[in-house]
């Protein structure tokens, strides 16, 4: 089993930058793959990025080119680097991983975090 917790979240303006952690622990050596989803009130849950552990990567189109995604040499914590942030960034951003890499980009994988909020004020 894994567990997974997320750090980072927070008010910042618009334009502005955050980076979010997301610290695994328990079974680390069955990940394959992590990934961030958020969501909106009032939204269904989405992808935001997605990373394996060949390091390939995996971003939705609207946070192309403005967020990073990248993991430790471990493996164990992964990371969330959001520049240009923009009022649709708001969300409750959430923290997954899998042994299997299709599962975390269909929202499948089996561990999820807790949760952090961002809120990007205009």
């Known amino acids: 089993q894994v567990q997974l917790v997320e750090s980072g979240g927070g008010l910042v303006q618009a334009g502005g930058s955050l980076r979010l952690s997301c610290a695994a622990s328990?079974?680390?050596?069955?990940?394959?793959?992590m990934g961030w989803y958020r969501q909106a009130p009032g939204k269904q849950r989405e992808l935001v990025a997605a990373?394996?552990?060949?390091?390939?990567?995996n971003y939705a189109d609207s946070v192309k080119g403005r967020f990073t995604i990248s993991m430790n040499n471990a493996k164990n914590t992964m990371y969330l680097q959001m520049n240009t942030l923009k009022p649709e960034d708001t969300a409750v951003y959430y923290c997954?991983?899998?042994?299997?890499?299709?599962?975390?980009?269909?929202?499948?994988?089996?561990?999820w975090g807790q949760g952090t909020q961002v809120t990007v004020s205009s």
């Open positions: 990373i394996a552990s060949d390091l390939t990567t």
């Open positions: 328990g079974n680390i050596f069955s990940i394959n793959a």
């Open positions: 997954t991983a899998d042994g299997a890499a299709w599962k975390v980009v269909a929202g499948a994988a089996g561990s």
